[in-house]
């Protein structure tokens, strides 16, 4: 298969591993409506094209809570990628930190704390849910300090999951889930040797470590459904902000008013996010979110954003509407389930190409230099007074 995109990426995955876990990685919630917004509304951007203008330099570093990133990107948490590769979570980290971008280990991942932190030269960013179980987020916080991890990455669009159809059908959940895993699994004998069978053990790494028993992913879904916190407000971040030492950032950021309540209670970050699509069916792509966030609190928190995100292009798109960082979720997976480490490092070098592409035909050297000013504001609908502008400025 010939692969020069992260879209040949999600056709190698899906021939890759058991439907299971390709449609639980590729599937969003209810109908999918926001899940296709997200790249859908991305695309309709239009980068503003300028010439002539000796682009042979660039510079795509970014500083970003005291860290250079080589690019402005990270790899967002996602969860039992470990499912998806050998120790996915490792090779997935590996290849992040050879390019010199953060790599974000979830909650659920299979590869605990300290199997993946030990695998980076940079120090690792975690991802917290709000679990009912205050006893497990201490825990897990201790331990994410004590290896060594920067950045805290708390998840706040759970409070509970969203259904996703495509799960029961697939067989992730459902009638006989297990049964039909088993099958599928008898399908794709690559995948069963390499993952199934030598990528073992199959347990949620963290919460094992912290029950003390395995959980295997039968348990999974039952466990994560059970233990969201529907009850959580922003008076129960407030020990966790005192605790961790590092940055905080808020995951799951739609609306400006919202924006400006983390800047109040003392973010160091948001994620403009909805989950990739994955919880409330029917809310705004993050693209169309950003604009407004990004007018009521760029420049009091580090502003990151995902969603739909499958092109250097679209890195530079979601920069031009007010992020400094862009986090890649499916992107990366598929790479990942595909190829291993050296798919998620090609899938990075991919993207910086793309950029350079971008920056170099909009006229801009620096990450800085991308701003609303490297879109054609008149047909790009993200922005709702854009047409306006443009009528009133002729
Ligand atoms: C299979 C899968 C698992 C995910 N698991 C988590 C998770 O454990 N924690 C979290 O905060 N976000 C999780 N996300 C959401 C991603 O962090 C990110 O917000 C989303 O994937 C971005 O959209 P994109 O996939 O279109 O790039 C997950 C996404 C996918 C696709």
């Given at each position: 298969?010939?692969?020069?995109?992260?879209?040949d990426?999600?056709?190698?995955?899906?021939?890759?591993?058991?439907?299971?876990?390709?449609?639980?990685?590729?599937?969003?919630?209810?109908?999918?409506?926001?899940?296709?917004?997200?790249?859908?509304?991305?695309?309709?951007?239009?980068?503003?094209?300028?010439?002539?203008?000796?682009?042979?330099?660039?510079?795509?570093?970014?500083?970003?809570?005291?860290?250079?990133?080589?690019?402005?990107?990270?790899?967002?948490?996602?969860g039992?990628?470990?499912?998806?590769?050998?120790?996915?979570?490792?090779?997935a980290?590996?290849?992040a930190?050879?390019k010199?971008?953060?790599?974000?280990?979830s909650t659920?991942?299979?590869?605990?704390?300290?199997?993946?932190?030990?695998?980076?030269?940079?120090?690792?960013?975690?991802q917290?849910y709000?679990?009912?179980?205050?006893?497990f987020?201490?825990?897990?916080?201790?331990?994410?300090?004590?290896?060594?991890?920067?950045?805290?990455?708390?998840?706040?669009d759970m409070?509970?999951?969203?259904?996703?159809?495509?799960?029961a059908h697939?067989g992730?959940s459902?009638?006989?889930?297990?049964?039909?895993?088993?099958?599928?699994?008898?399908?794709?004998?690559?995948?069963?040797?390499?993952?199934?069978?030598?990528g073992?053990?199959?347990?949620?790494?963290?919460i094992?470590?912290?029950?003390?028993?395995?959980?295997?992913?039968?348990?999974?879904?039952?466990?994560?459904?059970?233990?969201?916190?529907?009850?959580?407000?922003?008076?129960?971040?407030?020990?966790?902000?005192?605790?961790?030492?590092?940055?905080?950032?808020?995951?799951?950021?739609?609306?400006?008013?919202?924006?400006?309540?983390?800047?109040?209670?003392?973010?160091?970050g948001?994620?403009?996010?909805?989950h990739?699509?994955?919880?409330?069916?029917?809310?705004?792509?993050?693209?169309r979110?950003?604009p407004?966030?990004?007018?009521?609190v760029?420049?009091?928190?580090?502003?990151?954003?995902?969603?739909?995100?499958r092109?250097?292009?679209?890195?530079?798109?979601?920069?031009?509407?007010?992020?400094?960082?862009?986090l890649?979720?499916?992107?990366?997976?598929?790479?990942?389930?595909?190829?291993?480490?050296?798919?998620?490092?090609?899938?990075?070098?991919?993207?910086?190409?793309?950029?350079?592409?971008?920056?170099?035909?909009?006229?801009?050297?620096?990450?800085?230099?991308?701003?609303?000013?490297?879109?054609?504001?008149?047909?790009?609908?993200?922005?709702?007074?854009?047409?306006?502008?443009?009528?009133?400025?002729?």
């Amino acid at each position: 298969m010939i692969i020069s995109s992260a879209k040949d990426y999600r056709a190698a995955a899906k021939a890759k591993v058991p439907p299971f876990l390709f449609h639980y990685a590729d599937g969003g919630a209810y109908d999918e409506y926001t899940l296709r917004r997200n790249s859908e509304d991305l695309a309709q951007i239009a980068l503003r094209q300028r010439i002539l203008r000796n682009m042979s330099a660039l510079n795509l570093e970014t500083k970003l809570f005291n860290e250079t990133l080589a690019m402005p990107v990270a790899l967002a948490p996602v969860g039992l990628c470990g499912m998806y590769a050998r120790r996915g979570e490792v090779q997935a980290a590996s290849a992040a930190d050879k390019k010199g971008i953060p790599f974000t280990l979830s909650t659920v991942s299979l590869c605990p704390i300290e199997e993946v932190a030990p695998a980076m030269k940079r120090p690792m960013w975690f991802q917290l849910y709000v679990l009912r179980d205050r006893g497990f987020m201490r825990n897990v916080l201790e331990r994410a300090q004590a290896a060594g991890c920067s950045t805290l990455v708390f998840t706040v669009d759970m409070p509970v999951p969203g259904a996703r159809y495509r799960d029961a059908h697939s067989g992730m959940s459902g009638p006989n889930a297990a049964m039909r895993r088993y099958l599928q699994s008898a399908l794709y004998p690559q995948w069963a040797w390499d993952v199934g069978i030598n990528g073992r053990p199959h347990d949620l790494g963290n919460i094992s470590a912290y029950r003390g028993e395995p959980t295997k992913l039968e348990d999974y879904i039952g466990w994560l459904g059970n233990n969201f916190d529907p009850s959580i407000s922003w008076r129960d971040l407030e020990w966790i902000r005192d605790f961790w030492k590092g940055p905080m950032v808020i995951k799951g950021i739609l609306d400006p008013e919202d924006a400006r309540d983390a800047v109040r209670f003392g973010a160091d970050g948001i994620v403009v996010s909805n989950h990739g699509g994955r919880q409330l069916d029917g809310v705004l792509s993050s693209a169309r979110a950003l604009p407004a966030i990004a007018d009521a609190v760029k420049g009091d928190l580090a502003i990151l954003a995902d969603g739909g995100v499958r092109s250097g292009l679209d890195v530079v798109r979601m920069i031009a509407l007010g992020a400094d960082t862009v986090l890649l979720g499916r992107a990366f997976l598929y790479a990942l389930a595909a190829a291993g480490e050296a798919g998620v490092t090609n899938l990075l070098n991919l993207f910086e190409k793309e950029m350079r592409v971008a920056m170099t035909l909009t006229g801009a050297r620096t990450i800085a230099e991308i701003t609303r000013d490297s879109l054609v504001q008149a047909v790009s609908p993200m922005r709702p007074d854009a047409l306006a502008d443009a009528v009133a400025n002729g």
